[in-house]
Nanobody, 115 residues
Framework: QVQFVESGGGSVQPGGSLRLSCVVSGGAFDVMNWGWYRQGPGDQRELIAKILHNGVASYSASSKGRFTISRDSVQNMVNLEMNSLRPEDTATYYC?????????WGQGTQVTVAS
């Protein structure tokens, strides 16, 4: 079974940065398309960034220009570099395949942006 372990979240000031990591185990990492999702309180989980197996990345309107998704096929990791963080970025962040999620969700990593 495929499992995800997300890490790197925390509490930061507005304008700060975080680097999130997702370690993927049990899957054919390089042939899949991966994404980062987030879910705030009372919100639907939304896809904010994805990277295709060929390395092409795309972003939601709120994340483009601020976030960068990347992958490491040696360590089977999907990373998300987050800059210029805003309070509305506060959410639990998850990784999974994208745009469809074929696997069970991990526990996610919490990001809190507040002064």
């Amino acid at each position: 079974q495929v499992q995800f372990v997300e890490s790197g979240g925390g509490s930061v000031q507005p304008g700060g940065s975080l680097r999130l990591s997702c370690v993927v185990s049990g899957g054919a990492f390089d042939v899949m398309n991966w994404g980062w999702y987030r879910q705030g309180p009372g919100d639907q989980r939304e896809l904010i960034a994805k990277i295709l197996h060929n390395g092409v990345a795309s972003y939601s309107a709120s994340s483009k220009g601020r976030f960068t998704i990347s992958r490491d096929s040696v360590q089977n990791m999907v990373n998300l570099e987050m800059n210029s963080l805003r309070p509305e970025d506060t959410a639990t962040y998850y990784c999974n395949t994208a745009p469809k999620q074929y696997y069970s969700w991990g526990q996610g990593t919490q990001v809190t942006v507040a002064s």
